[in-house]
C-alpha cells in the first residue's frame, strides 16, 4: 500500500471519529425543563400622596401660656411628620421659650419665616388668632392647595407667646417696654431683657427670610421705618406685597413711625428688617435682612371671646398665606454700619432724607405754588412724611422726591424760585387732592 493510500485512510478514520463524537454528545445532552411563563400584572410605582391629618381643636379659644403650650404638644404628636417643638431660651422667671415648626421636613432648600405673638404680653388676641393660624394649617395640610404647597416650599416657625412672664395682662417685661428694646444705630450693643434678647439670637440662628410680630390693635400692617421718617430701601416691595394683603384683609398699611406720629426706636420691625446689621458682631460682612412687618390685630385688648378669634382669623388668614408665600422672595442685604447694599455688596440706591436745601426748585407740576405748611420754612423736612391732602415735587440732581405737608391752622407761600419765603398765610383746603407717592 503506498504512503498516500496509508494518509488517506488515516484522515478518514479521524474524520469518522469525529462525526461519531459529535452524534454521541447531542445524544447525551441533558434538556433542563423551563419554569412555565406566569402572567402578572405591570408593577404601577405610585406618586407619593400628601399626608393628610386630622387636627383636633384646631381653633382653639384664648389658652394661657401652660394650656398654648400643651395644644402645640398635642398637635406635634397628631401631625409628627410635619410638625416640631422647641425651646430657645428662658424668661426672666425661668419660664421656656417655646416654638413650633411646621414643614414638610423632606423637602430641601426652603425659605425660612418666623410668625411671632404677643411680644407684648396684654395682647392675648395675638397669640390665639396665630394659634389659629398654626391649627388649621396642620388641618388643611395635603387637602388645602395652596396649604400643601406652601408648607412643603417653606420653613415657618411659630412662637405664640414671646412674653410669658407678662401674658396675659402687662405690656412691660422687667419694668421696660419690650418692643423699644431692641439694638439700634444709637444703641448697636445694647443688652435686652432676657425673652427679647433670646428672641434676637434665635432669629439670628435661623435667619428667617420674612418675619410677622402679631400685636394689637387697630387692625393695621405696620413696615419699616420705625425708627426714621424716609421711605425704606424696599418700601416698593412693601407697597406691592403688603398693599395686597390690606386688600385682603381691610387692614390699613403704614409705616411704623407714622403710628404715633413719631419716631420708634428699639422697635422688632426695625430689627428684623435690618438684620441686626448694627451688632458689632459683623465684623463689616454683609448680610441678608428680613422682609418683617407688624399685624396690629383686632380693635381691642382685652382677654379675647372665641368670636374675636374667628372674626380676626377669618379676616386675616389668607392674606397670612399670601405673606407666606411673597415675602420671603425679596432680597435685602446690610452691610455692617446697617447701609442698604446689593447682593454684590455694592451700595443700594435708595429714598434720601429730605431737608429744606433739597428743595431749591419746586414744580409747578399740580399747578400750586402754596401750600400748607407746619409752622416756618424750617419745617419742611418735618412734613416730608406727614399726612397731605396736597404733593409738590422738587427735583434734586435730577431724582423725583415726595414733599408731603400736613394739615394745621399754620400756612407759608412759596417765592417764585420755589424757596419757602416763611411769611404765614391761609391758604383754601385743598380736599380735592389725594396724596402720592413717587419712587426713585
Known amino acids: 500500500m503506498s504512503r498516500t493510500n496509508i494518509l488517506i485512510v488515516i484522515n478518514l478514520l479521524i474524520f469518522n471519529l469525529g462525526l461519531f463524537g459529535v452524534a454521541y454528545k447531542k445524544s447525551h445532552v441533558r434538556v433542563e425543563q423551563l419554569p412555565p411563563i406566569v402572567h402578572t400584572e405591570p408593577i404601577i410605582i405610585k406618586p407619593e400622596e400628601p399626608i393628610n391629618y386630622t387636627i383636633s381643636n384646631p381653633k382653639?379659644?384664648?389658652?394661657?401660656?401652660?394650656?398654648?403650650?400643651?395644644?402645640?404638644?398635642?398637635?406635634?404628636?397628631?401631625?409628627?411628620?410635619?410638625?416640631?417643638?422647641?425651646?430657645?431660651?428662658?424668661?426672666?422667671?425661668?419660664?421656656?421659650?417655646?416654638?413650633?415648626?411646621?414643614?414638610?421636613?423632606?423637602?430641601?432648600?426652603k425659605k425660612v419665616v418666623m410668625i411671632t405673638a404677643c411680644i407684648h404680653g396684654n395682647e392675648p388676641l395675638a397669640s390665639s388668632t396665630v394659634m389659629s393660624y398654626i391649627g388649621t394649617i396642620?388641618?388643611?395640610?395635603?387637602?388645602?392647595?395652596q396649604i400643601t404647597s406652601l408648607i412643603d416650599?417653606?420653613?415657618?416657625?411659630?412662637?405664640?407667646?414671646?412674653?410669658?412672664?407678662?401674658?396675659?395682662?402687662?405690656?412691660?417685661?422687667?419694668?421696660?417696654?419690650?418692643?423699644?428694646?431692641?439694638?439700634?444705630?444709637?444703641?448697636p450693643d445694647k443688652k435686652s431683657v432676657p425673652p427679647v434678647r433670646a428672641l434676637q439670637e434665635f432669629f439670628l440662628k435661623i435667619k428667617p427670610d420674612a418675619v410677622i410680630s402679631g400685636h394689637t390693635s387697630g387692625r393695621l400692617l405696620l413696615t419699616p421705618w420705625g425708627d426714621r421718617t424716609e421711605l425704606c430701601p424696599n418700601e416698593s416691595d412693601y407697597k406691592r406685597i403688603i398693599g395686597e394683603m390690606s386688600d385682603m384683609c381691610g387692614y390699613r398699611r403704614m409705616r411704623a413711625c407714622q403710628i404715633y406720629g413719631t419716631p420708634i426706636y428699639g422697635g422688632e420691625v426695625d430689627w428684623y428688617y435690618r438684620h441686626g446689621a448694627f451688632a458689632s458682631s459683623q465684623n463689616?460682612?454683609?448680610?441678608q435682612g428680613a422682609f418683617s412687618i407688624v399685624m396690629e390685630m383686632g380693635t381691642h385688648q382685652r382677654m379675647p371671646s372665641m368670636q374675636d378669634i374667628k372674626t380676626e382669623f377669618d379676616m386675616t388668614f389668607r392674606a397670612v398665606l399670601h405673606f407666606i408665600k411673597?415675602?420671603?422672595?425679596?432680597?435685602?442685604?446690610?452691610?455692617?454700619?446697617?447701609?442698604?447694599?446689593?447682593?454684590?455688596?455694592?451700595?443700594k440706591k435708595t429714598a434720601l432724607r429730605t431737608t429744606v436745601n433739597d428743595y431749591t426748585t419746586i414744580c409747578n407740576e399740580i399747578n400750586m405754588n402754596r401750600f400748607m405748611m407746619k409752622d416756618t420754612a424750617s419745617s419742611v423736612s418735618e412734613m416730608y412724611h406727614s399726612r397731605a391732602t396736597g404733593i409738590l415735587t422738587a427735583f434734586n440732581s435730577g431724582?423725583?422726591?415726595?414733599?408731603?405737608?400736613?394739615?394745621?391752622?399754620?400756612?407759608?407761600?412759596?417765592?417764585?424760585?420755589?424757596?419757602?419765603?416763611?411769611?404765614m398765610t391761609y391758604l383754601p383746603k385743598m380736599d380735592s387732592l389725594k396724596p402720592v407717592l413717587l419712587h426713585h
Open 60 to 109: 382653639p379659644d384664648y389658652l394661657n401660656n401652660e394650656s398654648t403650650f400643651e395644644q402645640l404638644v398635642k398637635w406635634n404628636k397628631e401631625a409628627p411628620k410635619i410638625t416640631e417643638i422647641g425651646t430657645y431660651g428662658k424668661s426672666s422667671r425661668g419660664k421656656d421659650l417655646y416654638y413650633m415648626r411646621v414643614t414638610n421636613f423632606k423637602k430641601e432648600n
Open 153 to 187: 416650599s417653606r420653613d415657618i416657625y411659630f412662637i405664640p407667646v414671646v412674653s410669658p412672664d407678662s401674658y396675659p395682662n402687662s405690656r412691660q417685661v422687667d419694668g421696660v417696654d419690650p418692643n423699644r428694646d431692641f439694638p439700634t444705630d444709637r444703641s
Open 138 to 145: 396642620l388641618d388643611q395640610y395635603g387637602d388645602d392647595q
Open 284 to 287: 463689616g460682612e454683609i448680610h
Open 326 to 347: 411673597e415675602a420671603p422672595l425679596v432680597e435685602i442685604w446690610w452691610d455692617s454700619k446697617g447701609n442698604p447694599v446689593n447682593r454684590d455688596g455694592t451700595p
Open 399 to 423: 431724582l423725583k422726591l415726595p414733599l408731603l405737608p400736613e394739615l394745621s391752622g399754620s400756612r407759608a407761600s412759596w417765592n417764585t424760585g420755589g424757596t419757602p419765603s416763611g411769611s
